[in-house]
């Protein structure tokens, strides 16, 4: 359809509704928690991948995920790869993956939103679960890395379909490296990393993008694209200086809740130092 962008995510926030339901069918506070959580992360970490997912729509001028495909002969992680990380990043957190697993981490409240439930119920949660990383994988690589494009797959179909798979499957791979690699965050470091940094970086990529694709029509080509990455890198650069400072600020005017004090020892007296008392 040629509104695919949007179609993706109406029907990546159906899943939210299920989870939701689940905590509060359950009637256990841990579920009734976890589905609070759930809902809070996914929908804030929802923002900044709706922003960036106007990035690619922006530089192929269509909504329709083949022709976004098609319009990458040189993919779109190159033209545009802060738009591409926060989108990754993003995608980790809508999954639930680890670091971003905190609705159902065993160390926080049990089992999360489905820790009444058991058997096939139980399974089709984690079947969910796994089958949701790999669509959010191959997303990914249909907006940002060409989907089926390749050495021969215009000639030769076919090998479109396994560079596809491929692609998502390098994708897949490397958000399992990251689950197993970066420790869990807390719930406010999870908040506020989306709304704190990936919001604001979103949105920024998207200016930059929009004023670098107006100045620079598609005719000039590669000219187009080293503009692009130039403003890409000096996007990057200025975030990274401005969080720098912003966490050395921070760090300054943090108040101490409560100060160190030395615990009281009581010594007690023996029988020979106690005064007589009379009866």
């Known amino acids: 359809i040629n509104v695919g962008v949007l179609y993706l995510i109406g029907v990546g ?10 905590g509060l069918s359950s009637n256990n506070k ?13 929908l804030s970490y929802e923002v900044p991948m709706a922003i960036t997912l106007l990035v690619p729509v922006m530089l192929a001028g269509s909504m329709g995920l083949n022709d976004i495909a098609s319009a990458q002969r040189v993919a779109f992680i190159f033209q545009a790869p802060v738009a591409a990380l926060v989108f990754f990043i993003a995608g980790i957190a809508e999954n639930g993956r680890a670091p971003f697993d905190l609705m159902e981490a065993d160390s926080e409240i049990v089992a999360g939103f489905n820790i009444e439930y058991s058997g096939l119920k139980f399974g089709m949660y984690y079947v969910a679960d796994f089958l949701h990383a790999f669509t959010s994988a191959m997303i990914f690589t249909t907006l940002f890395l060409g989907a089926w494009r390749g050495p021969g797959a215009e000639q030769f ?5 396994f560079y596809l798979f491929i692609k998502t499957a390098v994708v897949y791979l490397l958000t399992v490296t ?4 970066v420790p869990r ?4 470091q999870m908040m506020a990393f989306a709304w704190k940094y990936l919001t604001p970086l979103a949105l920024a990529s998207l200016l930059v993008t929009a004023i670098v694709d107006k100045a620079a029509p598609p005719e000039l080509g590669l000219l187009r694209i080293a503009l692009l990455i130039s403003a890409n890198v000096v996007l990057f650069l200025i975030a990274d200086r401005l969080v720098t400072i912003y966490r050395k600020q921070h760090e300054k005017t943090r108040k101490v809740v409560s100060e160190f004090r030395p615990v009281p ?4 007296k023996t029988a020979a130092e106690e005064p007589e008392v009379n009866s």
């Open 265 to 268: 020892v009581t010594v007690r």
């Open 13 to 22: 926030a159906i899943g939210e509704l299920g989870i939701i339901l689940a």
């Open 157 to 161: 179909p076919i090998l479109g379909f």
């Open 178 to 181: 990251i689950r197993f690699t």
């Open 30 to 42: 841990y579920a009734l928690l976890g589905g609070f959580r759930a809902v809070a992360q996914l």
């Open 185 to 188: 965050l807390r719930i406010d």
